[in-house]
C-alpha cells in the first residue's frame, strides 16, 4: 500500500507531539506505542524518512493508520512489548499513554530495553492546577480531558513530574532532554524535578536512555 501522510504537518500535530517529533533524527527507526491515528507516524515517515511503526490498541486506531498506509498493529503494552527485541528501534514513543497502563515501571523499562532512546510525555498530575482543583472542589480532577469522570477515566496511574524522575532514578535511566508544555503550550526547560517545574508544567515530555 502506497503510503498517505494524510497532509500531516508539524503544525497539525498536538503540542506534545510537536516536541516528539523534534527529538528524533531523520532516518531512524521509530516504533511509536498508543500511536492513535497515526499521525505523528505519518510525519515522521514523510517529513524525517523514519522507518515508522507502531502498535495501538483501538481498532479504530489501527484502520485510520493503515488508511494512510502506515505499518501499525494491533497490541497491548502491558503484555506485547515483551516479544520485540533488544535494541530493535532508535526510538519508542510513548505519548500519553503511560499513566493508562496497568504497569507503569515495567512498560518503561520494555520501552529502553526495545529502543535505544524512549521519548514518554505525560500529563502531570502535580501541576498547580490539578493540586488547586482537588483542594477547592474535593473531586479528583480528570486531566486528560474527555468527558470522563474518575470511575472512567483511562488514567488509572496518575503520576506528577516530580513521580516520573523518581521512577527514572530508580530504573538508573539518563534523562537527555526534559520540556514542559503550560496551558497555553508554551515550552519550557525541565531542569530539575523540583517543585516549581512540578507545579508549572501541566504536561511533561522526557528523552531517555539506559546510563
Not at 17 to 24: E, G, N, S, V, Y
Not at 94 to 113: H, K, S, Y
Not at 129 to 135: D, M, V
Not at 178 to 196: F, Y
Request: charged share 25%; aromatic share 6%; with cysteine.
Amino acid at each position: 500500500m502506497p503510503f498517505d501522510d494524510g497532509g500531516i504537518s508539524r503544525g497539525d500535530l498536538r503540542p506534545d507531539l510537536r516536541l516528539i517529533a523534534d527529538m528524533i533524527e531523520p532516518g531512524s527507526r521509530v516504533l511509536d506505542i498508543g500511536c492513535g491515528d497515526g499521525a505523528l507516524l505519518a510525519h515522521l515517515a514523510a517529513d524525517k524518512d523514519v522507518d515508522a511503526r507502531g502498535i495501538e490498541l483501538s481498532q479504530d486506531g489501527v484502520n485510520a493508520c493503515v488508511a494512510r498506509g502506515l505499518s501499525v498493529i494491533q497490541g497491548d503494552a502491558d503484555t506485547d512489548l515483551a516479544d520485540y527485541p533488544d535494541q530493535a528501534f532508535d526510538y519508542v514513543v510513548l505519548g500519553r499513554t503511560l499513566q493508562a497502563t496497568r504497569n507503569p515501571r515495567a512498560v518503561l523499562e520494555n520501552l529502553v530495553r526495545i529502543g535505544r532512546h524512549a521519548i514518554v510525555s505525560f500529563v502531570n498530575y502535580g501541576h498547580w492546577r490539578i493540586r488547586l482543583a482537588l483542594l477547592a472542589g474535593g473531586r479528583i480532577p480528570v486531566a486528560s480531558g474527555g468527558g470522563y469522570s474518575w470511575y472512567d477515566n483511562p488514567d488509572i496511574h496518575q503520576c506528577s513530574l516530580q513521580d516520573f524522575v523518581e521512577l527514572c532514578d530508580a530504573l538508573d535511566l539518563s534523562v537527555l532532554q526534559a520540556r514542559s508544555l503550560n496551558r497555553h503550550n508554551r515550552v519550557g526547560q525541565i531542569r530539575t524535578a523540583g517543585i516549581m517545574s512540578n507545579l508549572r508544567g501541566q504536561q511533561a515530555i522526557f528523552l531517555l536512555s539506559k546510563k
